[in-house]
């Protein structure tokens, strides 16, 4: 009855064996149904963690394969091979990671020079702030020329004013080494020293390594170097200069009346010739871009005529008595001069 009554509005709770109604019976239905999804989605989840465990399982001993692969045919390779290789593998790169131009500073000697010492040597700049202060050991000119047999008379390669001019001795053996190859190679020895060492002058000529040269020939005329109505002959002179140790002004540069020429060696010489600079240039080329730091001389090299290759650098004075000046232990030549100014120039023939 009580079926039909309520004609389906609600629906029928089940009923308990004692006829009371169960009051959470259909949660009771729901939450086994949620438990029974609970129990498929922990299933779902222990499965997917195995297929997830397994395929990490694969990943790791792929992994491991590959591992394994790698360092066999490192081994084949001979780069993990026994110990004794293993030494050999182990030096070599030490000894490349030293960059080629960094020279470690034990390879270098030191050559202690005091600070008076920057005022002496062939590279002095000597100009009216830059005086000259050291001695000067000068040799008689006209006694120490060459003598040439001309027939019967006895000729020299250059013409002097008088007896008096004196030179220091380097500068006099290229000189006559010089005006010796020109009158030889031209039989012309009209060349003329016109001045020579002066304790007097401001620039050069105070050092006993410069002289002025100009032309004098037998007919009693003068005339300058580059004079075209003396004879082309000359041009030999302005060709070949440097190859003697000479740096060359012309009058318009060195304010003077003639040709001036200064000793500075040959290396120099030929560096100045090449790059056609002065000799103030120079050092202050060195100064500001060759100067020794940090066990590398950054030097600047020039090849000489010869074949010789010769290095320039530059190394500021400390400011005490003495200053150690680094030259390299296989230098087959080195020579250091004063700048007359802060310090020391370097040249050093390394090969
Ligand atoms: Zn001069």
Redo the contacts with the bound molecule.
């Keep these: 009855m009580a079926g039909t009554a309520n004609g389906g509005r609600t629906p029928k709770r089940p009923t308990a064996p004692n006829g009371k109604t169960k009051p959470f019976s259909s949660v009771n239905y729901r939450d086994a149904r949620l438990a029974k999804e609970r129990q498929r989605r922990q299933y779902e989840q222990q499965k997917k963690e195995k297929i997830v465990f397994a395929l990490f399982v694969v990943v790791i001993i792929v992994l491991i394969l590959i591992a394994i692969l790698v360092f066999k045919k490192a081994i084949d390779n001979g780069e993990a091979n026994d110990t004794q290789t293993d030494t050999e593998t182990t030096t070599a790169p030490i000894e490349q990671t030293t960059p080629p131009d960094v020279q470690a500073l034990d390879q270098f000697l030191k050559e202690m020079c005091g600070k008076e010492q920057i005022h002496t040597g062939n590279l002095l700049l000597v100009d009216a702030s830059h005086p000259f202060t050291a001695s000067v050991e000068s040799v008689n000119v006209y006694s120490g020329r060459t003598k040439f047999q001309k027939g019967e008379k006895t000729v020299y390669s250059y013409y002097l004013p008088d007896t008096t001019p004196t030179l220091s001795a380097d500068a006099l053996t290229a000189l006559n080494q010089m005006a010796d190859d020109f009158y030889e190679l031209t039989g012309n020895n009209d060349l003329y020293l016109?001045?020579a060492y002066d304790a007097a002058?401001i620039?050069?000529?105070a050092t006993g390594l410069?002289?002025?040269l100009s032309v004098y020939t037998i007919k009693q005329e003068h005339y300058e170097l580059s004079d075209a109505t003396a004879s082309s002959d000359f041009e030999w002179v302005f060709n070949n200069y440097y190859k003697y140790g000479f740096v060359m002004?012309s009058p318009a540069q060195?304010g003077?009346?003639?040709?001036?020429?200064?000793y500075v060696g040959i290396p120099a010489a030929t560096y100045l010739f090449r790059n056609e600079i002065t000799l103030g240039e120079f050092l202050t080329k060195l100064t500001a871009d060759h100067a020794f730091a940090d066990g590398k001389t950054n030097a600047t090299s020039v090849t000489t005529d010869d074949g010789a290759v010769y290095e320039f650098y530059y190394v500021e004075a400390t400011g005490g008595d003495m200053t150690s000046v680094p030259v390299h232990e296989d230098a087959l030549f080195f020579s250091i001069s004063g700048d007359n100014r802060n310090g020391f120039v370097v040249t050093v023939r390394m090969s």
């Design positions: 016109d001045k002058a620039g050069d000529h410069a002289f002025d002004e060195s003077e009346r003639h040709y001036h020429f200064r």
